[in-house]
């Protein structure tokens, strides 16, 4: 893996000042890179079957396609598409096959009645489920999809999150400047429900099969482009300690206050699929798209990338800041295909299509890829 430049406390602040509207409270008074993780050992898989459950995109007319060494079928039905996302993962290890739900869509309704259109009887097969990071739109049907699982299943079945940041209060600004409640994840609700609730910096292995990166580096020149607000604490029995953001912000800084959106919780749920290389799920993407397949290759030791998808969060971004990104990521990382999903936004497609159309597949709610066919 390449070298790359650590992330300096004058990136961050340029990135303040790009920015523009963001509530950044007084100077920042410290920016701790978090570590590198790296787990000891990533399991390979012989294959993986990625179901995209909720999207903002459909096209009934959409063709299966035949690439090398990648089978993408479509669904034929009224799918909801909704913005947000969620996929569900079906890997297979020798005679062993397991199943992970990644984030849950916006609304609940999407959610089931899409897996149901799909064929996927994910309230019987799931293993483990992730939270890529602290938004509505990814986990909004976390809690129904819970209760679907039978009693004696969902015991104890682990959800991982990147961090502590995941569980905190987020805030919308509306354009005249006042906030809206964006959700929280409700911890105590899904522990009452049996779910295992595990907070992976460090990243994880999940389900035996794949693996989360933990929380990613910002080690590339990458923005968080502005989104939500983060109000640290706990009220009404839920939210964060704010353990991650005491290593960002002062007590004074913190306190009763709404601060910009670092998701520094946000981490990546990748497999490493045999002869191929790994399979890097983004989700939403703030922490930046190279960021975050660099802490996939640092968290597996694997260099391969074989293909990266999900959001990118490149929607507002200007096509010339876009343009660097991709010839960023395929000079570094080199990947066969790279699948824009929910936040990626037009630009990202346009340009990929233009300058790299052998690795871009068009991706749609309904749509399923495998991955590792021969
Ligand atoms: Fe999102
Ligand atoms: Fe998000």
């Known amino acids: 893996m390449s070298v790359t430049k650590p992330f300096s406390r004058r990136d961050f602040l340029r990135t303040g000042a790009v920015l523009g509207g963001a509530v950044l409270l007084g100077p920042v008074t410290r920016f701790i890179s978090p570590a590198h993780a790296s787990l000891s050992s990533v399991p390979v898989v012989d294959r993986l079957d990625v179901h995209v459950a909720v999207d903002a995109y459909y096209d009934l007319l959409a063709a299966d396609e035949e690439r090398p060494a990648l ?34 869509g916006w609304t609940p309704d999407a959610l089931v009645h899409n897996l149901k259109l799909m064929g996927v009887d994910a309230a019987n097969l799931t293993d483990a489920l992730v939270v890529s ?13 819970v209760e679907l699982q039978p009693e004696g299943k969902r015991r104890g079945m682990p959800l991982y999150l990147g961090g502590d940041d995941a569980l905190c209060h987020r805030w919308s600004r509306r354009p005249d400047g006042s906030r809206s409640e964006f959700g929280v994840l409700d911890r105590p609700g899904l522990e009452a429900a049996g779910i295992d609730v595990t907070v992976a910096p460090g990243g994880a292995v999940v389900a035996g099969h794949g693996f989360t990166s933990g929380v990613i580096e910002r080690s590339s020149p990458e923005e968080v482009l ?28 913190l306190k009763g206050n709404f601060l910009f959106d670092h998701h520094w919780g946000e981490h990546v749920t990748a497999y490493h699929v045999k002869d191929r290389g790994l399979v890097v799920m983004t989700s939403c993407g703030h922490a930046g798209l190279v960021n975050s397949v660099r802490q996939a290759q640092a968290a597996s030791g694997i260099d391969k990338v074989h293909a990266v998808m999900g959001g990118f969060h490149l929607a507002p971004a200007k ?10 990521l395929i000079a570094e990382a080199n990947p066969d295909y ?35 066919t021969a």
């Open 338 to 372: 790279i699948v824009p999903m929910h936040c990626s936004g037009a630009n990202f497609s346009n340009l990929m299509a233009r300058k790299y159309p052998e690795r871009l597949v068009n991706s749609y709610v309904g749509t399923r890829y495998i991955f590792g």
């Open 319 to 328: 096509s010339d800041y876009v343009e660097k990104i991709i010839d960023l």
């Open 71 to 104: 089978d993408v079928k479509r669904t034929r039905g009224p799918v909801h598409a909704q913005h947000g996302l969620a996929l569900f993962l079906e890997s297979r290890r020798g005679s062993e096959t397991r199943h992970v739900m990644l984030d849950f």
């Open 133 to 145: 990071h602290g938004h509505a739109d990814h986990f909004g049907g976390l809690m129904k999809f």
């Open 226 to 253: 502005g989104n939500t607000l983060v109000e640290v604490g706990e009220r009404d029995g839920v939210g964060c300690s704010g353990e991650q953001h005491h290593a960002h912000f002062s007590e004074e800084e």
